[in-house]
Nanobody, 124 residues
Framework: QLQAFGGGLVQAGGSLRLSCVAS????????MGWFRQAPGKEREFVAA??????????RYADSVKGRFTISRDNAKNTVYLQMNSLKPEDTAVYYC?????????????????WGQGTLVTVSS
């Protein structure tokens, strides 16, 4: 089970940190990702982090590169998404997901487990 926290209302230029806590399984050997879905749009990739005990690889969508940072704390079974310099177009429901098969993944279909989503609203 995955639970995402940390969404809220923030002004443009502000920051938020999302957390995704995994329970019921040990996700340290899973690739993890963040996706988002804005009203009327398809779910899209935001960021991903590989499984690794000695240093993880990361991937970012071009739209968030340089502003968002994904990280993980395996001891806490938690993945984070630090979002800085937020823009109104970042407004969406953000979902975390886990992929037990890949080293790292960016496609929605690669992920087997999904959290319930947390709403991020960025006002202009």
């Amino acid at each position: 089970q995955l639970q995402a926290f940390g969404g809220g209302l923030v002004q443009a230029g502000g920051s938020l940190r999302l957390s995704c806590v995994a329970s019921g399984r040990t996700f340290s050997s899973y690739a993890m990702g963040w996706f988002r879905q804005a009203p009327g749009k398809e779910r899209e990739f935001v960021a991903a982090i590989s499984w690794s005990w000695s240093g993880a690889s990361t991937r970012y969508a071009d739209s968030v590169k340089g502003r968002f940072t994904i990280s993980r704390d395996n001891a806490k079974n938690t993945v984070y998404l630090q979002m800085n310099s937020l823009k109104p177009e970042d407004t969406a429901v953000y979902y975390c997901a886990a992929d037990p098969h890949s080293y790292i993944a960016t496609a929605t279909g690669d992920y087997d487990y999904w959290g319930q989503g947390t709403l991020v609203t960025v006002s202009s």
